[in-house]
């Protein structure tokens, strides 16, 4: 049996990827603080990846346009320098106030950290996979039964079903084809399909060598105690269609759940957290919030709003971070400091 994680102890944990997540921590890394992020999804991005990772974003100041995609790798090549640590895949579950003014936090993973300053950066909740609802299915979730990226397992001389018609679906289709999957079904309702032209292309091509077989339907049932070995289809007819399979990859979509925050004890309205604008603190101390998860008079639900809120917040914090230091501003344009922490020549 593996070791349980070791608790670390750190100066700042951002619960969030998404976009303002990654700029938290940057803010952080010009100010000297090196940050942890935890994020539910199995990638950097959040919303911009969840929801929106190839569609048109056009209010993002000094860029005309870009998708939620280039946005987030463009943040990931800023924050770089800082080396900010990324735990993916899981939540936080758990916050507990120590004697000392850290706090002991817990997530689903069993990773336990030990932070002076927590920046919840959360979006609108934790992105989850939809789950395929067949009664039973649920037993084989982990070994025959993946969901959205998780789904990314050996595929090489298995049968690969794969559910789903959007982008992350037709990458795994593409991928699995790739990995000298046996056989690879792509199921979806109608034979409509949506992802970029690259991804697209590569799907033609598979179909076009018979590596891939394309089945319009939907999921009714299963077949297998044991071990699942069947899926079966309702098609526009209404006839069965029986897929055998070794491995069944679902990617119907995530939905968010504000999840464990609501527990917390940390003051709410609208089920977002109540903030202090001058420098983004909740009701705890120690404790920020930016970005969607937030709430205050004239609150707006823009990108380039939870930028400015992770910049007080990085302030903000440094009381906790570092007690007692005068905290000065530096600017990126002239500062010797700044430059080298960057790596500017």
């Not at 000094?62 to 080396?83: M, N």
């Not at 699942?228 to 897929?243: F, G, P, S």
């Not at 977002?272 to 420098?279: I, K, N």
């Not at 007080?312 to 501003?329: D, H, K, N, Q, S």
Request: glycine share 10%; aromatic share 6%.
């Amino acid at each position: 049996m593996a070791a349980p994680p070791k608790t670390l102890e750190i100066d700042a944990l951002i619960i969030g990827a998404g976009p303002v997540g990654l700029f938290q921590a940057f803010e952080l890394g010009l100010l000297g603080v090196t940050a942890h992020i935890v994020d539910a999804l199995p990638e950097a991005g959040g919303q911009c990846i969840a929801l929106y990772a190839d569609k048109p974003i056009y209010d993002i100041p000094g860029i005309k346009v870009c998708s939620g995609r280039e946005l987030v790798a463009r943040l990931l090549d800023q924050v770089a320098p800082f080396k900010p640590t990324l735990h993916l895949n899981q939540t936080v579950d758990s916050i507990a106030a120590q004697p000392d003014g850290r706090y002991c936090v817990g997530t689903s993973k069993g990773q336990e950290f030990l932070a002076r300053s927590i920046f919840i950066a959360g979006g609108v909740g934790a992105f989850q996979a939809r789950k395929l609802h067949l009664p039973g299915l649920e037993a084989f979730e982990g070994t025959q039964v993946h969901y959205q990226a998780q789904a990314l397992a050996d595929a090489a001389g298995k049968s690969i079903v794969i559910i789903g018609g959007e982008q992350a679906a037709l990458e795994a289709a593409a991928d699995a084809c790739d990995g000298q999957a046996r056989s690879v079904s792509l199921v979806h309702r109608r034979d409509v399909l949506h992802a970029n032209a690259d991804t697209l292309a590569r799907i033609a091509s598979h179909r076009d060598s018979g590596r891939l077989r394309f089945v319009a339907g939907q999921a009714q049932s299963f077949k297998g105690k044991t071990r699942l070995h069947t899926l079966c289809l309702l098609d526009a007819d209404e006839q069965e269609i029986a897929l055998k399979l070794d491995q069944l990859w679902v990617f119907l979509g995530v939905s968010p759940k504000l999840g464990p925050i609501a527990q917390w004890g940390l003051a709410m309205e609208r089920k977002q957290l109540s903030v202090d604008t001058a420098t983004f603190a909740t009701s705890a101390p120690g404790i920020f919030a930016v970005g969607d998860i937030n709430h205050y008079p004239g609150k707006k639900k823009l990108i380039l709003c939870g930028f400015h809120e992770a910049t007080l917040a990085a302030f903000g914090a440094m009381a906790y971070i570092r007690p007692g230091e005068a905290v000065a501003l530096q600017y990126t344009t002239t500062s010797t400091k700044l430059h080298k922490a960057l790596g500017v020549a």
